[in-house]
């Protein structure tokens, strides 16, 4: 078979099936070939027999190793990590991962993580995060995010295990361990939830937060409002900001309209014009919000009602 065929990823069942015809020994040797091009696809077949080939395994884990600790290619190194996963040599994932300086986080590991979540299969995305749970909490805490936004569905098995990394994360590591909590709906973990909401505010982690309101009840006082300011600082982010007022909103948070006013229509100009001529458009801004904000900015009220009358 040739390779330009072999390594095209959409040629990959019919490769497994083409390793189950052939005899042990020209399967070995052709799974060694194919290793030298693709590790992921020839572990990928490797992981279909169940027979025991020690010698076989070190030659691919050798191989996998080589290719996942080229941090600059994010995709070749992510799939050197799926390539051990699919052998179970999450020690060897260890290994490279507790190689990583302490408060390592760059880019490229940021690349490789993203990679290997997008690609890889439940079993592999927890082992995954024990791992990096025990090696690299840097490293994790981007992981989390990113499962979050893949919405991945976890199983019985993941939850028993992410029950397990909340238990090493849960003495000195509170943003991380509330992170566990809410992204794998750990109720009966969280003690405090108006704790872990402050906790996702104060490091801006939205998402997380708005995932804790929908997992439990969540009650705070109106003072919540004294974090947008902080949120707002320097011409902040716009979706941050817009993600801030829903979760007010769900809260159902009385928010003072001067209070309000001075926040918004002092800090931050154009970011502020641009959430309320967008409040329909996706936005998280209600529309009674921006007209509140439009108030106190006669420009953006008049653009608005240009744009309402045509």
């Not at 990394?165 to 939830?193: E, M």
């Not at 458009?281 to 009602?305: R, T």
Request: glycine share 4%; charged share 25%; proline share 2%.
């Amino acid at each position: 078979m040739k390779s330009e065929y072999y390594l095209q990823r959409h040629w990959a069942e019919t490769v497994r099936l083409y390793t189950g015809l052939l005899d042990e020994p020209d399967r070995n040797e052709f799974l060694k070939n194919l290793a030298d091009k693709d590790v992921l696809l020839a572990c990928e077949c490797r992981a279909t027999f169940f027979t025991d080939d020690p010698f076989l395994d070190e030659y691919l884990t050798r191989i996998a190793v080589v290719e996942a600790v080229k941090f600059e290619k994010a995709k070749s190194s992510a799939n050197g990590l799926l390539a051990l996963a699919e052998l179970n040599q999450f020690d060897e994932i260890s290994k490279i991962f507790q190689s990583i300086p302490v408060g390592s986080d760059s880019y490229s590991h940021n690349q490789v993580v993203a990679n290997y979540i997008k690609n890889g299969n439940e079993l592999q995305i927890i082992s995954f995060l024990n791992v990096l749970s025990q090696t690299n909490v840097e490293l994790l805490g981007k992981a989390l995010d990113m499962v979050l936004d893949q919405k991945i569905f976890f199983s019985n098995y993941s939850l028993q295990k992410a029950i397990e990394i909340a238990g090493r994360l849960k003495t000195d590591k509170n943003l991380l361990f509330a992170k566990v909590v809410c992204l794998f709906q750990l109720k009966s973990q969280i003690d405090d939830p108006n704790v872990i909401f402050h906790e996702f505010l104060k490091h801006k982690q939205l998402k997380f937060a708005e995932r804790l309101i929908s997992l439990t009840s969540v009650q705070v006082s109106e003072s919540i409002v004294e974090y947008l300011p902080n949120y707002i600082k320097n011409n902040g982010h716009k979706q941050l900001i817009s993600q801030l007022l829903n979760i007010f909103a769900k809260l159902k948070i009385n928010l003072d309209d001067e209070y309000i006013s001075i926040c918004l229509s002092k800090s931050l100009n154009p970011l502020i014009k641009s959430l309320s001529l967008t409040f329909g458009n996706a936005s998280y801004l209600s529309e009674d919000l921006a007209v509140k904000i439009c108030l106190v900015n006669i420009d953006i009220g008049i653009a608005i009602v240009k744009r309402t009358n045509g």
